[in-house]
């Protein structure tokens, strides 16, 4: 089975230009997650999908970063416009159930390297 | 909220040899679930091994066995016959037990194994 695929692999853009992140989750998967590292630091959740519906966007840093799921398939993950603390790796996963039955193990894609300059 | 301190930020072991990743945590929560996810340069991240807070049998794969110390917080990574395919960074990550879908990870160990 394919994996959770993620492009591009890294992405060098300007200050003020925008940038689109795509993910791709394991097929069947109705749970898709977004999660971010900055350098040196924590990986930190950013929100959370089941299906096309967003359950939880608690962890988005700000209005400068939209996520969409239409259709419920893959995902994007749009900043716009992009600042310097904007760099870091981010990352997809996703997972067929939540919870009650033990733990909700997320399948993660390689991430997606940014760079701002 | 749960914390995650992974205080090594670099190790180096020969091949075959063994390394100890640390990881502590801070929870309120009585029942939980413990990983260790690895990422290899330039490639998925994968999960290595899990824990389930209400076992205390020690969660064992292959050559990757963990050290789980429920009342110290504290779930440490053994890797055994280290092999240049460990080389990679590792992070400690948590999860509530019922329902919950975010991780909690730590800073994460890069792991080289010399030849």
């Known amino acids: 089975e394919a994996g959770v695929t993620q492009f591009p692999s890294h992405s060098v853009i300007e200050k003020g230009q925008t940038v689109t992140l795509r993910c791709d989750p394991i097929s069947g998967h109705d749970n898709l997650y977004w999660y971010r590292r900055v350098m040196g630091k924590e990986i930190k959740f950013l929100l959370h999908?089941?299906?096309?519906?967003?359950?939880?966007e608690s962890g988005m840093p700000n209005n400068r970063f939209l996520a969409e799921r239409t259709g419920g398939t893959y995902s994007t993950l749009k900043v716009q416009p992009a600042e310097l603390e904007d760099s870091g790796v981010y990352f997809c996963?996703?997972?067929?159930?939540?919870?009650?039955?033990?733990?909700?193990?997320?399948?993660f894609g390689a991430g997606s390297r940014l760079t701002v300059l | 909220a749960q914390t995650v301190t992974q205080s090594q930020p670099e190790m180096s072991v020969q091949e075959a040899e063994t390394v100890t990743l640390s990881c502590t945590y801070d929870?309120?929560?009585?029942?939980?679930?413990l990983f260790w996810y690895k990422q290899p340069p330039s490639r998925q991240m994968i999960l290595v091994i899990r824990q389930e807070a209400y076992k205390q049998q020690n969660a064992t794969e292959n050559r990757f066995s963990v050290n789980f110390q429920k009342a110290a917080k504290s779930f440490s990574l053994k890797i055994s016959d280290s092999q240049l395919g460990d080389t990679a960074m590792y992070f400690c990550a948590f999860m509530k037990h019922e329902g919950d879908y975010k991780l909690s990870f730590g800073a994460g160990t890069t792991v080289t194994v010399r030849a």
């Open positions: 929870t309120s929560e009585s029942n939980y679930y």
């Open positions: 999908f089941v299906k096309e519906s967003k359950q939880d």
């Open positions: 996963a996703s997972s067929l159930v939540t919870g009650r039955s033990g733990a909700n193990v997320l399948t």
